[in-house]
């Protein structure tokens, strides 16, 4: 099975642009998670799409949105780009829930703000 | 709040031999679920292994195992016969919740594998 992809792997923006950032799961996951992973904060979750609804959310600003689409495939988009939105965005999909559900993670798209 | 804590910054190793990974972790769920991943420096986090809180065994796969040890809360990754691709950033995961949604991650060790 291919693994989970996310475009573009790379992307510049400036300040108070927006971005979006496309994940498509692993064939057969219907749960896409979104992760912000920046050198001060670490590795933190954004919000997890199941069945095109959000089912669980973290603490970030609404400039953060995300959706899921029927095939699965989830799109995060910023908007109001600020510096410190500069960081590693990683997508993860995973069959449906549990804690014993795994989640694999994409190769991630790393995004900087000038 | 579960938490996750990772206290070696980096660790050191030479190839070939085996090294133990720190990882202590505080939730208050009875049943719950350890991931440890592995981050080159291509950013991709990687899966490694996982252990349920209720298995019997501590889990293998190939050369990572976990030493589980429950009531003390740790769930230690041991690496045997360090290869250098093995050099990467190591990170310890939870779920947050139930659902297992919600990965809660420590800070990683950073392990680094000469020859």
């Known amino acids: 099975k291919a693994g989970v992809t996310q475009t573009p792997r790379y992307l510049i923006k400036t300040r108070g642009q927006q971005v979006t950032l496309s994940c498509s799961p692993i064939?057969?996951?219907?749960?896409v998670s979104w992760y912000q992973q920046t050198p001060g904060q670490g590795l933190q979750f954004l919000f997890e799409y199941f069945s095109e609804t959000q089912r669980n959310k973290g603490n970030f600003p609404g400039r953060f949105s995300g959706r899921q689409f029927s095939n699965s495939r989830s799109e995060m988009n910023v908007s109001t780009l600020e510096l410190g939105d500069s960081a590693l965005y990683l997508c993860?999909?995973?069959?449906?829930?549990?804690?014993?559900?795994?989640?694999?993670f994409g190769p991630g798209t790393r995004l900087t703000v000038l | 709040a579960q938490k996750i804590t990772q206290t070696q910054p980096g660790m050191f190793v030479q190839e070939k031999e085996a090294v133990t990974l720190d990882c202590t972790y505080d939730t208050s769920d009875p049943s719950y679920g350890l991931f440890w991943y592995k981050q080159p420096s291509s950013g991709e986090m990687i899966f490694l292994i996982y252990?349920?809180?209720?298995?019997?065994q501590n889990a293998t796969e190939g050369r990572y195992s976990l030493n589980f040890q429950k009531a003390r809360k740790s769930a230690n990754l041991v690496i045997s016969a360090s290869q250098l691709g093995d050099s990467a950033m190591y990170f310890c995961?939870?779920?947050?919740?139930?659902?297992?949604?919600?990965?809660?991650f420590g800070k990683g060790t950073t392990l680094s594998v000469s020859s």
């Open positions: 993860a999909s995973r069959t449906s829930g549990g804690i014993t559900d795994t989640q694999y």
């Open positions: 064939s057969g996951h219907r749960s």
């Open positions: 995961a939870m779920p947050r919740n139930q659902a297992g949604t919600a990965l809660i």
């Open positions: 252990q349920g809180s209720y298995d019997q």
